[in-house]
Structures are given as structure tokens and as C-alpha cells.
């Protein structure tokens, strides 16, 4: 017999698996595709796994959607905040899950190599070189080296690579081993007249994920919910485009694992585990272009501050920028659309000293940089480089 998790007061797991292909839209209307496919996001935004977990709590508490909708002083929303507003509720994630398992996104740092097999990584070049941004020491491999395709980590291997090494291969999920994309062709119909319309047809692309993978959320704030004695320990819910069905259930949460940095290291290499939103695009909020002057010659870097430490960003290596927007249930009206740094990309920093080195690592790792952190973006693991 499993002892019972303890939600109440705690930080618990929501789990998600697919009872049927699932469809997360791109920010891109149908109506702007042509004759191209519309594809899936994934992992979903965290705000499609907010919308069931917050449609769960209502049906589980037996509300009135249009009174809570239209009353501002609603009850409920002391529990599960407003359409606008997240509190009391905190989220970490959303990630995906393998067998009841965490993963985490693979740092881009993370390179195969171009010839044989095995993994390398990048690192700041000794020498800085010149380009727009002036001389940088923009990020180097050892050896001719290939983007590998989207991948996940286990805990160990996210572990390796916080420590500086690379992860070993059974210690990688590749997305598509994991991940199946079903092209789906359909056309929109007349509801009155119940027949197809001429010249919308239309393709998407659902995603069928294979045995044992999930989609996990880590909630926080869920104290009066869980009070009231009303909220199950798992059900049903619709999720994403069309609908689909999928089985949630609650679990403890898993914690992020942690990394013990060598006494002297003054180097910090810091990891999104989920996107970012920043004001400056790539650079992260308080930090600003500054020349030093190296062996004679000036070279760019980026100071600010992490943990109230002084620290120069020597360099980054950042995805492709995803962009997320989404309909808004309550206004019927389609949210703003941002510009996210992608999951997996790096930061690397130098510090003055290794005190510094631990005061930020205790302080910034499993936290959160930009906005919208209550949403669980810019949450970042602390490692060394």
C-alpha cells in the first residue's frame, strides 16, 4: 500500500497523460497558414495546463462560471486567482515526464559531434572575436560539432552538465522518440446547413505521445482548494485544441536536483528549464553592455547583478525565440503575443570571487528570472562552465 501524498500546505505534481492525440496551436491563426501545415507547441503552454487545472478546481468545488466570470469579489478567486491575476496559485514547469519522471530540457550548450558519435559542449573562446556586438568571446567547441535534435534530460544527465561534463546517451530523451506527429487534413463546416465550405480546407498537426510519456506541472497555493475536501486525486479533463481528453492525477513534488560547486569555481553557467520573457530580448532584465579593456584592446560583456553579486555575462547561447500568445476564455479574444528566449539556452558569467559563486548558486538555482515568473517562466538550474 503507497502511503498518501501530502497535498494540503505542499507543492504537489500535476500530472498529464494523452487519452488521444493532442493539438497545442501554434501562434499563428488558421487563417494565415494557406496551404501550409498548422503545427503543434510542446511541451503546451503553461497557461492551456493553468486553464484545466483551474477548470478542474471549479467543476470539483460546483461553480458558476458566469458569476465568477462576471463578479469581481467571487469566492473562488481567492482560491485560483482571477482570468488576469495567478494568485494564491504558483507554478514551476510546465516539462514533460517519462515514466513518472522528470526531464528537463538539454542545454544547448550540448553538441554532437560532427564526426563519430558521442557529445561535446560549448564554452566561451579564450580569445575574443570581433563581430556587430563588438569583440566578444563568443561561444567555441574543441572540435567540429552539429545541433542535436530536440532533446531531454534525466536528472543525472542534467546533473553531468551542470557540473561541466556531458550527459552519457542513456541519459538523453530524444523528442521524437517520445513524440509522434499525426497530420490531420480537415475543412470548416456550414453548422446550419451541415455541409463542408468551399475553400477551407485546412491541415494541423496533432501529436500522439508514446507509452509512459506525460506532461507534468508543479502547483503551488492550493491550500483552500484542497481544504474544501472536493478536489479528487486524479479525473479527466479536455486540454488544448479541440478538446482532447486527457487523464490528470496529483503527486509530491519532484524536486529540482541539486549540484555541489567545487569551493573555488567563479565561473557560473546558468540553464533555462522553462522559456524566458525578458525586456531586452536575449539579454536578461538589469544587465547592460559594458567594454573592459583586455591585453590592451577593449572587449563587450554584459554587467549586472544576480543575487545583489556584481557579475559580467560573457556570452549566451540561445534557441530559435518561441513565440506564445493563446485565447483568452473570458474575453473571447486572442491574448498578446510575446517573444520567449527558449528552454535549454545559457548563460555564461564570471564572478569577482568564489564566495560570490556560492551565495548565487544557493540563491538562483530552481529560481526564476524575467516576467511573469508566477507562470513559471525563467526558471533556471545554476552550474559551472
Not at 482560491?79 to 504558483?90: D, F, I, N, V
Not at 547583478?305 to 559580467?312: F, Q
Amino acid at each position: 500500500m503507497q502511503p498518501k501524498p501530502a497535498f494540503s500546505g505542499d507543492a504537489q505534481t500535476w500530472q498529464f497523460e494523452p487519452l488521444d492525440t493532442w493539438f497545442f496551436r501554434e501562434s499563428r491563426p488558421l487563417e494565415s497558414v494557406g496551404g501550409a501545415q498548422l503545427t503543434s507547441q510542446f511541451p503546451p503552454p503553461v497557461r492551456t495546463l493553468v486553464g484545466a487545472i483551474r477548470t478542474t478546481i471549479g467543476d470539483a468545488l460546483g461553480v458558476n462560471w458566469q458569476d465568477y466570470q462576471s463578479q469581481p469579489d467571487h469566492p473562488l478567486r481567492a482560491q485560483m486567482g482571477s482570468p488576469t491575476e495567478l494568485a494564491p496559485l504558483r507554478i514551476e514547469g510546465p516539462y514533460l515526464m517519462q515514466n513518472g519522471q522528470r526531464l528537463y530540457p538539454a542545454p544547448l550548450v550540448v553538441m554532437g559531434k560532427s564526426e563519430g558519435t558521442g557529445m561535446t559542449r560549448l564554452a566561451p573562446s579564450e580569445t575574443p572575436v570581433r563581430c556587430d556586438l563588438g569583440r566578444v568571446h563568443l561561444p567555441k567547441a574543441a572540435e567540429r560539432v552539429k545541433p542535436l535534435d530536440e532533446c531531454w534530460l534525466t536528472a543525472q544527465g542534467l546533473v553531468a552538465v551542470l557540473e561541466g561534463k556531458v550527459p552519457s546517451e542513456d541519459q538523453m530523451c530524444k523528442a521524437k522518440s517520445m513524440v509522434h506527429a499525426e497530420p490531420r487534413l480537415g475543412i470548416a463546416l456550414d453548422g446550419h446547413a451541415r455541409r463542408p465550405l468551399n475553400g477551407l480546407l485546412y491541415q494541423t498537426r496533432h501529436l500522439r505521445l508514446k507509452e509512459g510519456v506525460s506532461v507534468g506541472l508543479t502547483v503551488r497555493g492550493l491550500d483552500l482548494a484542497e481544504k474544501s475536501g472536493q478536489l479528487g486525486p486524479k479525473g479527466v479533463a479536455r486540454l488544448g485544441g479541440e478538446g482532447r481528453l486527457a487523464a490528470w492525477s496529483r503527486h509530491t513534488e519532484q524536486k529540482l536536483p541539486q549540484v555541489s560547486l567545487k569551493q573555488d569555481a567563479k565561473r557560473l553557467m546558468l540553464t533555462l528549464l522553462t522559456p524566458a520573457r525578458f525586456s531586452q530580448g536575449w539579454l536578461p532584465d538589469g544587465f547592460e553592455q559594458k567594454q573592459k579593456t583586455c591585453n590592451g584592446e577593449d572587449v563587450t560583456g554584459w554587467c549586472g547583478k544576480l543575487a545583489d553579486r556584481s557579475v559580467t555575462l560573457v556570452c549566451a547561447v540561445t534557441g530559435k525565440p518561441l513565440r506564445q500568445g493563446g485565447w483568452d476564455m473570458a474575453t473571447h479574444q486572442p491574448r498578446d503575443l510575446y517573444g520567449l528566449v527558449p528552454a535549454g539556452s545559457c548563460y555564461f558569467f564570471e564572478l569577482d570571487s568564489a564566495e560570490d559563486a556560492q551565495a548565487i548558486a544557493k540563491a538562483c538555482h530552481g529560481g526564476q528570472l524575467g516576467h511573469d515568473q508566477a507562470w513559471g517562466y525563467g526558471q533556471v538550474a545554476v552550474g559551472v562552465w
